[in-house]
């Protein structure tokens, strides 16, 4: 299967303090792959490791190694904002700018030099439609995006991630401010868009990685403790401690 | 329980003594102009020593000078803001204690300073660009923290939003941040206008004259500003042209409480919205 984004004996640190231990993964083209595990595992670093959003953190540095498509990311001639156009990322906040529905989604497409106004029309047209935004919005595309709802805004946030054509969307706990039906329509949405995009979510709900995840990576303390497809890590846990958080002894 | 009451009472009639005392000073300058206030004192000349006419060359004098404060000012608080707050470090800690203090000097300090680096060093003489320069000294203070605070108010998700979509940290800072500080920079720009448009001490020195027949032909021409004119009046003329500073300092005070009204409506409704 083709491989996107390998991950190889990847470390992480906050100053002394080392939150990703040693990590080696795979993660697969046009699959979700979900990061599960209790809060403080490292997922949602190891994640944020992925587009390099972690660099401007105080002290933050990494070992090991993560490649996107066999280039290293870390490397130190890597251009980082031309690679995090190939790499999206929603947050667990939605985080609308405070502009109007279509300056956001035409943002990114924007700063990359595109000026053409027809053709700025069709990047946003398309990916509110992929984000399952576009019948909601298409009558609103000039009303501020702080206006819409919670669920909306997240959507939107997806939809500003896919204008730049993406390969990979990283998410990082994206539902958890969402109410059960938002959280439905994102979820449906993912396993549309895996489709097309290579999908990598964290989230502390297990029931939600069950559902739309092809991949688990269960995470505990910083190490990477168990990953499979989605299927084996549930029915037959090869590790006691992937057992224990799926059945909620720890967590 | 009952200490409580009665704390709360005191606390009350305090902020109504308080207020009326700010409601009666504008009640009385206001009511003490206004009857002055016609077509001829807004459009015309002072005449006969300043006994008859009106304000014009004060009006569009304070007027110039403000816009002149602001090409000045507004850019450099606004960089100095985003600077400070974009790139903190400990030199930046320096400048911003430095800033702080700025605020804290005496306006006719800053008015020997303007007299003696801008109209005498510098050799810009008595002029409306030593005035603005002057007041743009004092305002940039209060535009630059505004800004940084602002700024620093904004959400790190929302800078690691853009970030994540490829923006540079200069696109970050100008297609993000700074619009979404726009209110908050607009406020701290009406709130630094305001105080310019009533500073008397540094134009006095600086760029004012006494009286003008005609209107400034350049920045190296002296002003009439507002409060400088009811300063000379008061100080050169007697009962007979008090009118005219009565008028002025109502027509001074009305223009001024409008802009700080805007400013804090503005300010309001950036709190609405980010809660």
Redesign the interface.
């Known amino acids: 299967m083709d491989v996107v984004i390998e991950i190889v004996n990847f470390s992480a640190y906050y100053g002394d303090k080392q939150v990703v231990r040693d990590v080696s993964m795979k993660i697969f083209r046009n699959k979700i792959t979900a990061i599960i595990g209790p809060s403080g595992c490292g997922k949602t670093t190891l994640l944020r490791s992925i587009n390099r959003m972690n660099d401007h953190l105080p002290g933050f540095r990494v070992e090991g190694k993560i490649f996107f498509e066999g280039q290293d990311v870390y490397a130190s001639n890597l251009d980082v904002t031309e690679y995090r156009k190939k790499v999206g990322m929603v947050f667990q906040k939605p985080t609308p700018f405070p502009m109007s529905v279509y300056d956001n989604v035409a943002f990114g497409p924007r700063i990359h030099g595109i000026r053409d106004k027809r053709l700025l029309d069709q990047i946003v047209e398309n990916a509110l439609r992929r984000a399952a935004l576009w019948d909601e919005v298409k009558g609103e595309l000039h009303k501020p995006a702080t206006q819409l709802s919670g669920g909306q805004q997240q959507r939107l946030c997806i939809a500003r991630a896919l204008a730049v054509e993406p390969e990979v969307l990283l998410l990082d706990e994206p539902t958890s401010a969402l109410d059960p039906i938002s959280t439905q329509k994102i979820e449906m949405l993912l396993e549309e868009l895996s489709e097309y995009y290579t999908i990598v979510i964290v989230t502390h709900n297990i029931a939600q990685a069950v559902r739309i995840a092809d991949y688990i990576a269960f995470m505990y303390r910083g190490e990477l403790i168990e990953y499979g497809p989605t299927r084996d890590i549930i029915e037959r846990p090869k590790h006691k401690l992937t057992e224990e958080y799926l059945t909620g002894k720890i967590g | 329980m009952k200490r409580d009451l009665v704390l709360s009472q005191v606390f009350r009639i305090v902020s109504y003594v308080v207020f009326s005392i700010i409601l009666l000073m504008f009640v009385l300058v206001i009511l003490g102009g206004i009857r002055y206030f016609s077509m001829s004192f807004f459009m015309e000349y002072p005449r006969n020593n300043m006994r008859e006419g009106g304000i014009f060359p004060a009006i569009l004098g304070s007027f110039y000078l403000m816009v002149l404060t602001f090409i000045v000012a507004v850019p450099l608080g606004v960089f100095t803001g985003v600077f400070l707050s974009e790139w903190e470090n400990f030199f930046t800690k320096w400048i911003d204690v430095s800033l702080t203090s700025l605020s804290g000097i005496p306006s006719i300090v800053y008015g020997l300073f303007g007299l003696a680096f801008f109209c005498v060093a510098l050799g810009f003489g008595t002029s409306m660009l030593a005035a603005a320069l002057t007041l743009s000294l004092m305002t940039l203070p209060v535009i630059a923290s505004a800004t940084k605070e602002t700024l620093k108010a904004i959400?790190v998700?929302?800078r690691?939003?853009?970030?994540?979509?490829?923006?540079?940290k200069i696109?970050v800072i100008f297609?993000?941040l700074i619009?979404?500080a726009k209110r908050g920079i607009v406020t701290a720009v009406l709130v630094g206008g305001g105080r310019a448009l009533g500073e008397t001490a540094p134009v006095l020195l600086t760029g004012a004259v006494f009286y003008s027949t005609f209107l400034p032909r350049s920045v190296f021409s002296p002003v009439m500003t507002l409060p400088t004119h009811i300063y000379y009046i008061m100080m050169a003329y007697g009962e007979k042209a008090q009118w005219m500073a009565r008028a002025t300092a109502a027509f001074l005070l009305i223009v001024v409480a409008i802009i700080y009204s805007l400013a804090f409506y503005l300010r309001r409704r950036e709190h609405g919205?980010s809660h």
């Open positions: 959400p998700e929302l690691e939003a853009a970030y994540a979509l490829g923006a540079t696109e297609k993000v619009p979404a919205r």
